[in-house]
């Protein structure tokens, strides 16, 4: 069974940086394109950004964080990774990784919070 293991989310101003990390466990990991998603409080999970499998991966982003986040990953270290700059309060969330298309059982997510 897969395990996915979130972290270095946390309690950011506006404008500043966090950079994610969630860890796979159980799986080639490298066989399939990765992503990151969101939940914001009483809204729906959404997908954020993805990094394909081959080597070199091509990115994608929504539009809410074009520009802003970038992903990346690592499979030698089974570890995909978001870097977050110019932090909105907007961007308040937890967030998670998993699969493009969705194939593991959620993590438990890290809590992102952007507040002044």
């Known amino acids: 069974q897969v395990h996915l293991v979130e972290s270095g989310g946390g309690l950011e101003h506006p404008g500043g940086s966090l950079r994610l990390s969630c860890a796979a466990s159980?799986?080639?990991?490298?066989?399939?394109?990765m992503g990151w998603y969101r939940q914001a409080p009483g809204k729906q999970r959404e997908l954020i950004a993805v990094i394909t499998r081959g080597r070199g991966g091509s990115t994608n982003y929504a539009d809410s964080v074009k520009g802003r986040f970038t992903i990346s990953r690592d499979n030698a270290k089974n570890t995909v990774y978001l870097q977050m700059n110019s932090l909105k309060p907007e961007d308040t969330a937890v967030y998670y990784c998993?699969?493009?298309?969705?194939?593991?059982?959620w993590g438990q997510g890290t809590q992102v919070t952007v507040s002044s």
């Open positions: 159980g799986s080639i990991f490298s066989n399939y394109d």
């Open positions: 998993n699969a493009d298309p969705v194939i593991y059982i």
